[in-house]
């Protein structure tokens, strides 16, 4: 990756963790850029369904010039593909170099699976909260393990600590 990526929010409702991700990209001296892709026709409160909310022909891409650079697609849940291959799309039409998506969740069905080994998409990076079904060349799956082994030793030994607090320490022992 290049050192100097672009972190763009797909969606409003993730908007604010892309931007902590840019700022601690740049706290370790990544020149990172940032953007945002909405679709002015969107609701402006955003209200998770089951059917996810493709983007319309309005859609607009606020922020950094992608060409020639990396990008980074910030989400919290991937379901359905169609939203996210649209957003991927946009970003190589403007001439994004390569394009990653990094998300907590995904609940990815085989044939979300397979559009995804087809797409533009680099490397997709979740963590392993839900099981795929199938493994991909294309999506790296992070352990939870060791975040999980720490919140319930702290509520053994009765540290009243947010969660936060301790996923994000790092005094975790080994």
Do not use: W
Request: aromatic residues 8%.
């Amino acid at each position: 990756m290049q050192d100097n990526p672009i972190v763009v929010a797909a969606e409003h409702n993730v908007s604010m963790r892309a931007v902590k991700f840019f700022f601690e990209l740049r706290s370790l001296g990544m020149m990172s850029g940032f953007a945002t892709i909405y679709d002015k026709n969107a609701p402006t409160r955003y209200v998770r369904t089951t059917a996810e909310h493709n983007y319309s022909k309005d859609v607009k891409y606020l922020g950094d010039d992608p060409k020639g650079r990396d990008c980074i697609i910030i989400e919290d849940f991937i379901g359905a593909t169609k939203r996210l291959l649209d957003a991927v799309n946009l970003l190589k039409e403007k001439g994004a170099h390569n394009v990653y998506v990094a998300s907590t969740h995904g609940m990815l069905m085989p044939s979300n699976q397979t559009a995804i080994d087809r797409s533009p998409i680099k490397e997709v990076v979740l963590t392993n909260t839900i099981n795929l079904k199938r493994k991909s060349a294309k999506i790296m799956q992070l352990s939870v393990a060791l975040y999980l082994a720490e919140v319930i030793k702290a509520i053994e030994e009765k540290r009243h600590q947010p969660i936060t607090e301790i996923v994000y320490s790092d005094t975790f022992e080994e």
